[in-house]
């Protein structure tokens, strides 16, 4: 596949700006080095050239970048695993890049097809926004809620309700769950989280799920997370630790096609039918938007104040940001309930109840 002359370039450029503005330093530092390397003929071109069309668009850094902290979370390359924080190492701002190099030299095949590898990412730090959305959507109809997510990885965010939330005037989810979300969360003034949200039932599905039951999932997951984000990389390895404790099954299935079969049947009375994602959209082709749009719109025909319908979805709206935008039927009213960063922190309530 040919890129542009001058994309494999600008998609390391991309992502080392990416990696400074979102928290990783060390990555930063790295992909700047991993730029020379590709400047000058190296390891990294070779690898690199030719694996997409639109590199940026395909994150080939981050799925080379991958390779290499999945291999030292393996324990099969420990000298970079001494120097990423992840692994249990230190990094003090040392170079890296030539103990990279030498992971890619001698891993090259695991190289060849990481780069092929889409990229895989679960954000749980999504799940503040998500939990606000459905409290509101409780408390505004009074029912259980029957949700449908699709494209959702490891299924980490249909856990949702095993984590908890606290505001600091309000609280959702489980009371007892290690994994908590403080009121750092939100920005002032905090919204509500009363309401007792009751779920019904929970069905997800994504083109490529992750089976986080198997050590191989678990790496995988672990694996496409900036390896001096101990934060993040905590609370995931938390997640699935929970997850582990109680599966759900994400089905294997195009977003369309499920969400059609899904939705096939009337929805049903006394429970709220809300279909969500979260960072999915931009990686669906056309048909299969298409396919999602015709399967809610179907549903929200059938739609009655006993039966209502959601479409909840957290999709990028700027650089930085997302928006969480609501659609309820009866009616097809549009709201943008919040703003928030990718990785869901700094959640920007703008909806009222
Ligand atoms: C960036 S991840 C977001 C995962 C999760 N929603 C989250 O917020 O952490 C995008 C997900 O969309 C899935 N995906 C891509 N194309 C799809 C399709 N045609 N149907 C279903 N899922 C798809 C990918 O496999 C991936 O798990």
Redesign the pocket.
């Known amino acids: 596949m040919t890129a542009e002359p001058g994309a494999v370039e600008a998609s390391l450029q991309a992502q080392a700006a990416s990696a400074e503005h979102i928290g990783s330093p060390l990555y930063a530092s790295l992909l700047s080095e991993l730029l020379a390397d590709h400047r000058a003929g190296g390891i990294t071109a070779d690898l690199l050239d030719g694996v997409s069309a639109q590199p940026t668009h395909d994150a080939i850094p981050l799925r080379y970048l991958a390779t290499a902290h999945r291999l030292a979370l393996a324990g099969d390359a420990p000298g970079l695993a001494r120097l990423y924080p992840s692994c249990g190492g230190t990094w003090r701002g040392e170079t890296l890049g030539r103990e990279f190099i030498e992971v890619a030299r001698q891993h090259r095949s695991a190289f060849e097809a990481g780069v092929r590898r889409?990229?895989?990412?679960?954000?749980v730090g999504?799940a503040p926004v998500l939990a606000t959305a459905f409290a509101l959507i409780t408390r505004r109809h009074r029912m259980a809620l029957d949700l449908l997510?699709?494209?959702?990885?490891a299924g980490?965010?249909s856990h949702w309700d095993r984590y908890h939330y606290d505001t600091g005037f309000t609280s959702a989810g489980d009371p007892d769950s290690p994994l908590r979300f403080d009121a750092r969360w939100w920005n002032d003034p905090k919204p509500s989280l009363s309401g007792k949200t009751v779920v019904a039932s929970t069905r997800c599905?994504?083109?490529?799920?992750i089976d986080i039951t198997t050590a191989a999932g678990r790496l995988t997951m672990l694996s496409f997370v900036w390896p001096d984000q101990q934060e993040r990389l905590d609370r995931l390895r938390t997640a699935l630790d929970i997850a582990a404790r109680l599966p759900i099954t994400v089905e294997r299935?195009?977003?369309?096609d499920?969400l059609q079969a899904q939705l096939a049947l009337a929805p049903s009375t006394g429970v709220a039918t809300v279909v969500f994602?979260?960072?999915?959209w931009q990686?669906?082709?056309r048909p299969?938007r298409d396919g999602v749009r015709r399967a809610i719109h179907a549903a929200a025909d059938r739609a009655s104040e006993q039966a209502p319908v959601f479409w909840l979805r957290?999709e990028p709206a700027g650089p930085t940001f997302a928006d969480v935008r609501l659609t309820s039927w009866p009616g097809g009213g549009e709201e943008v309930l919040a703003e928030v960063g990718y990785h869901g922190t700094g959640i920007r309530w703008l909806a009222a109840d």
């Open positions: 889409n990229v895989q990412t679960n954000e999504r997510e699709i494209g959702a990885s980490l965010l599905s994504d083109i490529d799920p299935a195009d977003a369309g499920w994602h979260s960072i999915v990686y669906l082709p299969t957290m």
